[in-house]
């Protein structure tokens, strides 16, 4: 089912989104250009260059996804190492179905080192036995423990568009013949046994987490902000050629145009291409609630300390010791584990507390550790 | 375990499984300078299979495979996850007023990157109240990095950097529904032929 291809070669309607003219809304706008199956071409307009590229970063490498992290190698006669076998098997795309739901397994309470709240296990079982010709020891041949000998059928499922991914930590086997990635050849007589434990992770930590194979990111086809320089032998304008796709999404600059000082880039073009582990739709989503949950972070941090109904150190400082209070902390966004207490800035609101500096261990007494609570090496203020 | 047996035709019966020492013995291609494991002298023999005499996970902290080979390791590189899990004592936003200058703060954010740097960053040099603002990564390889605010005294830099992660999640929000209205419009004329249009 290919995509529907919007072919307007002179460039987007603003009001063709929805049904309503939004015109109050000062938003960011969306346009799809092609959506295949795993891959949407798009456009958002009406924000900044910030927000566009810290979108791009989030949805290359801090969207959740699962992989295989712990191999554990009963038999492996193959040619192949063993930790090489480990890391190609890292490598293998795992249906991320869910993967919001399993926790973190360094922040599983559940367990000392992984269990069902926080891992996949995965095992593989091929020995060749008897024939001649070298096996093929595909993704395919991995089972998920749970399902004890029940192999999902992989179907060529439209995931840019539905849901219907195989159950979380099944390998995707996205080619014609659905036996997924190679993993290794075994000659007569070789075996490959194996115990794989996945478990949730970010493209930051290693990039068999990311859940994208890339994602193509343009703006201003036509260099009318002069963001670059064309290197020239002898004519610019003749030896690179032009923008195709994006460059009829805009105007391209007229001959005795001038150069608009104050033009600031407004149109994004982006073309997103998933590795089938989620759709597509929802690695665009995940990316913008990545970001979401970095800012909700922030403002929680911020909020805390200027609340004042809630105690500082300088408060307790005057009462001389107090027992550190977690105020309802502990929530973990994404890969970070919960911070201790409150910043060292808590005062009254509005006021600043004047030179603080973290030099002096003037850092929160609250789950922080570091300074017994009370001890102001230079009393209540930090002059 | 594993009773039903899978499509693959050379899939190993997990009741074969069992210690490689006598195998060598059976095979008619076994290289002839080589012993089989079972004549071997007493201090050569292999008792239990490979993988019970080697522990399964290697131990980081040494080098060497075998308990009497094993060498203390140093190493100091630091895990790719800290760069973005705190560390202990560590707090997400450091604060620190700036003393030269009134209305102005610097914030010290831990494991935390350019992604949201930048976009912070951006946020509040659009807002009117806001007279300064920058924001370096003091150095490439700690996950770290110094946002400075400057107000005009109408708001504190504390309450004006709120605001713009406020006004922020708002946006991302209204851009994530936007999305969603054109991707469902796009999927709609996707499954139907000719866009849904009669010819």
Not at chain 1, 309 to 321: I, L, M, V
Not at chain 2, 29 to 49: C, I, M, N, W, Y
Not at chain 2, 108 to 136: P, S
Request: with cysteine; hydrophobic share 30%.
């Amino acid at each position: 089912m290919n995509g529907y291809e919007y072919s307007n070669g002179y460039g987007h309607d603003p009001y063709a989104n929805g049904d309503t003219l939004d015109l109050s809304d000062d938003g960011p706008r969306v346009t799809i250009r092609t959506l295949a199956h795993n891959t949407i071409d798009f456009s958002i307009r009406n924000t900044s260059l910030a927000l566009a590229n810290s979108l791009r970063r989030a949805i290359l490498a801090e969207i959740p996804t699962i992989a295989i992290d712990l191999v554990t190698i009963t038999t492996n006669t193959s040619v192949l190492a063993d930790e090489f076998i480990a890391h190609r098997l890292g490598l293998v795309p795992l249906s991320a179905k869910d993967v919001d739901k399993l926790q973190y397994s360094r922040d599983c309470d559940n367990c000392t080192d992984y269990c069902e709240n926080c891992s996949v296990v995965l095992t593989l079982d091929v020995e060749n036995r008897t024939s001649d010709e070298h096996i093929h020891v595909f993704a395919k041949d991995l089972f998920l423990s749970s399902q004890s000998g029940y192999r999902p059928h992989n179907t060529l499922h439209n995931s840019a568009t539905t849901d219907d991914l195989p159950e979380m930590g099944t390998p995707i086997c996205s080619d014609e013949d659905r036996n997924g990635p190679l993993i290794c050849k075994l000659r007569k007589g070789q075996a490959l046994k194996i115990k794989a434990v996945a478990k949730k992770g970010i493209a930051i930590e290693h990039a068999k987490w990311a859940p994208t194979a890339a994602v193509g990111f343009e703006y201003d086809p036509w260099n009318k902000l002069r963001h670059t320089q064309y290197w020239y032998e002898v004519d610019a304008k003749e030896e690179w050629p032009l923008p195709e796709k994006n460059g009829q999404m805009e105007a391209p600059p007229q001959e005795g145009e001038p150069f608009d000082y104050n033009a600031e880039p407004r149109a994004f073009y982006y073309n997103l291409e998933s590795i089938g582990t989620m759709p597509t739709d929802a690695i665009f989503h995940n990316g913008i609630k990545v970001l979401q949950q970095k800012l909700a972070s922030v403002m929680t941090v911020l909020k805390e300390t200027s609340d004042p109904t809630q105690p500082n150190e300088f408060d307790n400082a005057a009462r001389g010791g107090q027992s550190p209070d977690m105020n309802g902390m502990g929530t973990a966004y994404g890969g970070q584990s919960a911070y201790g207490g409150r910043s060292a800035y808590g005062g009254p609101v509005g006021g600043d507390i004047g030179g603080m500096t973290p030099g002096y261990g003037g850092q929160s007494a609250y789950g922080a550790g570091g300074m017994t609570p009370g001890a102001m090496p230079y009393g209540n203020r930090g002059y | 375990m594993d009773s039903s047996t899978p499509a693959t035709p050379q899939t190993r019966n997990p009741k074969h499984a069992g210690s490689r020492a006598n195998e060598d013995a059976d095979k008619p291609d076994a290289t002839p300078q080589r012993k089989s494991l079972s004549k071997r002298p007493a201090e050569f023999q292999v008792h239990g299979s490979y993988a019970s005499r080697v522990p399964a996970v290697r131990d980081p902290k040494f080098h060497g495979s075998t308990e009497s080979k094993q060498v203390p390791a140093y190493n100091n590189v630091p895990d790719r996850f800290e760069l973005f899990v705190l560390g202990e004592d560590e707090k997400k936003i450091e604060y620190k007023a700036v003393t030269q200058i009134a209305n102005a703060a610097e914030f010290t954010f831990n494991k935390e990157d350019h992604t949201l740097a930048n976009l912070l960053r951006d946020k509040l040099f659009r807002m009117d109240q806001v007279q300064f603002v920058g924001y370096k990564v003091p150095h490439p390889l700690f996950a770290t990095f110094e946002l400075r605010i400057q107000t005009d005294g109408t708001i504190s830099p504390k309450d004006v950097l709120y605001k713009a992660s406020e006004e922020l999640i708002r946006e991302l929000a209204t851009l994530d529904q936007e999305f969603t209205k054109e991707f469902e419009l796009k999927k709609l004329a996707a499954n139907v032929p000719n866009g849904g249009m009669e010819i």
